[in-house]
């Protein structure tokens, strides 16, 4: 008998080590898949080999995966360029974490200035807006090469494409940042075409015919359409350029306020329309060193503000689209008035007073703001004018357009630092042009 009851207990405990032993591996198994659905990766291969060897087979297979799906990430960059890039980086990489920050990506831009025609003015612009954009943190090598891939592959047709968008980038800087350079005109960008929106709404009817009408009752008591000279020109181009300064003074006062009531961004545009009414402003602080108005006229100026300016406000109030829309036809006709003045001038038999305007050297004031060089006569004064009308058309008709959230169509930092990005790669591409 106790020779028996032995063996069922040893039997006994022999039938508890194994369910034990099941119930642990049951366990591990658990602990396992749990891990693989919680845990990124790495860490789920990590605890997966140590509970069972045999499975990183598996995980060898995913990490090839993954970096395999990494690879098709970059649709126009080629494995080479990649590289390339990321050493680039790394070269101005300061506290070795991987990431590109707004200091260290003022460093590359600056590395890269000749080839790529930066200044240091719109690097210093670039680097503010990455700062601003990230909220100070730096931007991990891979997601700064699929957005630099994304200048490639997608290139920006409207407002709406953002490639910085893959950076975390935001538009901050939209709402105290304005362009510093602005009105330095290019050579290329003197050169503007006479482009006509056509209205199709009721409001954009209305907005031309007012235009027309006006147009048409100033130059018929202006005798714009007679022969041209230097007096009607300074005499036109001051008394219009009083009234211009207005809209953009009077959209930036309400959409202001409005900011204010609702405590919301207003996307950049306060700041866009005070600098066109300071633009504007500026047009008239230099021609009026080349004549000074006479009493009479400095007071139908005030007579002409008064009207214009309450008329405006009242007409902001109830549609700004409107007004929007108004100020572009304006503006097209700016563009038309100045294209004439051009043509005179370039035109102008040798000996007449518009003829002088070819040489005659700019007012102080005008080379300054516009950076017209050393010897920028009242020609170039005239063509940097007319490129500042155009741009204030293409904007006044843009924003009749753009919806609640837009960002400036101007000046929109995720734009900009797009546009950096693009110049940078197409820079190292010419070093070594390997795309896929």
């Not at 930066?118 to 670039?126: D, G, Q, V, Y």
């Not at 005499?235 to 350029?241: G, P, W, Y």
Request: hydrophobic residues 35%; glycine residues 6%.
């Amino acid at each position: 008998s106790a020779i028996i009851f032995q063996a069922i207990q040893k039997n006994h405990r022999h039938h508890e080590a194994l369910y034990s032993t099941k119930a642990l591996v049951s366990k591990q198994s658990l602990i396992k898949s749990s891990v693989r659905n919680t845990y990124p990766f790495s860490e789920a291969r990590c605890f997966s080999t140590l509970g069972h060897p045999a499975s990183s087979i598996f995980d060898e297979a995913t990490h090839k995966e993954s970096l395999q799906k990494q690879k098709k990430q970059f649709q126009i960059l080629s494995p080479s360029v990649v590289e390339m890039i990321k050493r680039d980086f790394k070269t101005v990489d300061v506290n070795n974490d991987g990431k590109m920050d707004a200091d260290e990506l003022k460093q590359l831009l600056r590395r890269h200035k000749d080839i790529c025609g930066f200044k240091e003015s719109e690097i210093l612009e670039i680097s503010e807006f990455f700062y601003s954009g990230t909220s100070g943190r730096g931007v991990p090598f891979d997601d700064l090469l699929i957005a630099i891939d994304n200048t490639l592959s997608n290139p920006r047709f409207d407002n709406k494409t953002k490639n910085s968008d893959g950076m975390g980038v935001g538009t901050c800087a939209a709402e105290y940042y304005y362009d510093t350079n602005h009105h330095q005109w290019k050579e290329d960008e003197l050169k503007i075409d006479l482009t006509h929106v056509t209205p199709r709404t009721l409001s954009d009817k209305l907005a031309l015919n007012a235009v027309k009408m006006v147009r048409y009752s100033f130059d018929t008591m202006t005798g714009w359409n007679g022969e041209i000279t230097t007096s009607k020109v300074l005499q036109r181009v001051i008394f219009l350029e009083t009234i211009a300064a207005v809209p953009g003074m009077v959209a930036s006062i309400f959409r202001h306020f409005k900011s204010l009531r609702s405590m919301e961004r207003d996307g950049g545009l306060i700041n866009m329309f005070l600098e066109e009414a300071t633009n504007e402003r500026m047009h008239l602080l230099t021609f009026v060193t080349l004549r000074d108005p006479s009493v009479p006229f400095r007071l139908s100026v005030i007579g002409s503000q008064f009207v214009f300016g309450t008329g405006f406000g009242l007409a902001y109030l109830l549609s700004p689209k409107f007004c929007h829309r108004f100020v572009g036809y304006i503006e097209e006709e700016a563009c038309s008035t100045y294209t004439k003045i051009i043509e005179s001038i370039e035109e102008a038999p040798e000996g007449s007073e518009l003829a002088e305007w070819k040489t005659q050297r700019a007012p102080k004031i005008g080379i300054s703001y516009w950076h017209l060089g050393e010897d920028g006569t009242i020609l170039d004064l005239m063509y940097a004018v007319r490129a500042d009308e155009a741009e204030h058309r293409d904007v006044n008709h843009s924003v009749v357009n753009m919806q609640p959230g837009d960002i400036n169509p101007r000046y929109d930092p995720k734009a900009r630092i797009d546009d950096a990005l693009h110049k940078y790669v197409r820079a190292m591409l010419t070093r070594q042009p390997k795309i896929d």
